[in-house]
């Protein structure tokens, strides 16, 4: 909710082709947006980029716990090959009746 209240109407903005006239929500929208990606901005060079230990020491953490997830979590998402549901199917001419193709289902 936060991402799609904040970072998509910044993105918007800066991707859509700029107007040549503005609407009257523009001014207030835009000093709204400067505000935020400025907030953004000083939290960054308050938070990580002063504590570049800490930051590295945890993104070095994070990637080691991810692989370890990796390898460790059943990859049971998409089953093994050979475990695909069988499927078959029954070739006739245009004109055959969907009764004619049951019983050529059910002889078989």
Not at 48 to 72: D, K, L, N, V, Y
Not at 79 to 96: E, K, L, N, R
Request: glycine share 8%.
């Amino acid at each position: 909710m936060v991402v799609s209240l904040t970072a998509t109407p910044m993105m918007c903005a800066h991707l859509l082709k700029r107007q040549e006239s503005h609407g009257w929500m523009f001014g207030p929208s835009e000093r709204a947006f400067t505000w935020v990606v400025n907030a953004y901005g000083r939290t960054l060079t308050a938070g990580a980029e002063s504590r570049r230990r800490h930051t590295s020491h945890f993104t070095g953490h994070h990637r080691i716990e991810t692989s370890t997830c990796f390898i460790h979590v059943p990859q049971g998402i998409f089953p093994a090959a050979g475990q695909w549901p069988m499927m078959g199917s029954i070739q006739a001419d245009q004109d055959t009746s969907f009764q004619a193709m049951d019983r050529i289902r059910a002889s078989r």
